[in-house]
């Protein structure tokens, strides 16, 4: 029931403008609802928060929020099986970051199979050789991937990518080289498209990785873009729903900064942003929480 009653009052508050005066937005019939979900991968030492407990909460919080779009972290190979039975509606792609078949954890893209169609899919490696299964970069502690797919919207035949990641945890050089390789390979592979990018950086936005992103970092490297990208938050049209931190080591260490995000580029328009809140003391759908952004693509 606490989790249900949550449920609602995020919903009502995201949803809806806040004002007496003034009627419910009208929700745009091609929208998408794009949601960025480090799940935690299977650990049993979790214990009581271990994937078995909490693997239909991640299916029913994508389903209450409908999503349309999932860019997840940290998901092996049987997680992803397990939201396929949960989630029917939903196909996924990527590859096991090891091998780049299926070992070890996904930086998988879901999506609603009735609604896109994957035009092109491609995981890159986060290191100096991104064609190469398994690299390691930099000084990162672990392998890195990102994962993207190209899309086509079945409702108007809008075409737009996806890229979704996930950097290193312990290595600085290894999440600014990462996100300046991310940015050369969203301009060389989407040029001017429409460009969604979900992930849990490992970065707050006082983080020269965050500034490097955004493409206000002073000392931006010549090969690099110019132009970065755009929080969601930033120019989403409802104000920001939630709150500001997204890890929480289930419930042990909230109140940081954020470090999940979802960026877009100039092609998109932002109606709504938010990071979904687990209720105080759990159940837990993760270690981290959910943001979710309700996105528009421009007309040409």
């Given amino acids: 029931m606490q ?41 049993p030492s979790d214990g009581e ?8 909460l991640v299916a029913n919080t994508v389903q209450f929020y409908r999503a349309d779009l999932i860019g997840v972290q940290e998901a092996l190979k049987e997680q992803l099986d397990d939201l396929s039975a949960l989630l029917p509606e939903f196909a996924w792609l990527g590859v096991g970051r090891d091998d780049g078949k299926e070992l070890g954890e996904y930086s998988a893209i879901l999506y ?17 050789e991104p064609e190469h299964p398994g690299s390691v970069g930099w000084d990162a502690a672990i392998t890195r991937v990102v994962t993207w797919a190209k899309f086509q919207d079945k409702r108007d035949a809008k075409v737009f990518f ?12 290894a999440r600014e080289e990462s996100a300046k390789l991310l940015l050369r390979q969203i301009q060389n592979v989407a040029g001017s498209e429409p460009v969604i990018v ?15 992103l955004v493409g206000d970092a002073v000392e931006q490297d010549s090969l690099t873009p110019a132009h970065g990208l755009i929080n969601a938050r930033d120019i989403s049209m409802l104000p920001h729903y ?29 109606l709504r942003h938010g990071i979904i809140a687990d209720p105080a003391g759990g159940p837990y759908t993760s270690d981290h929480l959910p943001v979710l952004a309700e996105v528009v693509i421009q007309k040409k």
Wanted: proline share 6%; net charge neutral.
């Fill in 3 to 43: 989790s249900y009653s949550r449920s609602l009052i995020f919903s009502g508050a995201f949803f809806l403008l806040v004002s007496c005066n003034t009627a419910p937005a009208p929700t745009p019939p091609n929208s998408l609802n794009v949601m960025s979900f480090n799940i935690r991968f299977n650990n």
């Fill in 49 to 56: 928060n271990a994937w078995p407990s909490r693997k239909a």
């Fill in 162 to 173: 996806l890229f979704n990641t996930h950097f290193d945890h312990v290595g600085q050089r």
């Fill in 198 to 212: 979900t992930g849990d950086f490992n970065a707050t936005a006082s983080n020269l990785v965050y500034e490097i």
């Fill in 242 to 270: 939630g709150p500001d931190w997204t890890f929480h080591d289930f419930g042990r260490a909230t109140e940081r900064p954020g470090i999940d995000y979802i960026f877009v580029n100039h092609r998109l328009n932002v």
């Fill in 112 to 128: 609603r199979k009735d609604r896109f169609e994957v035009l092109q899919q491609v995981t890159f490696w986060l290191s100096e």
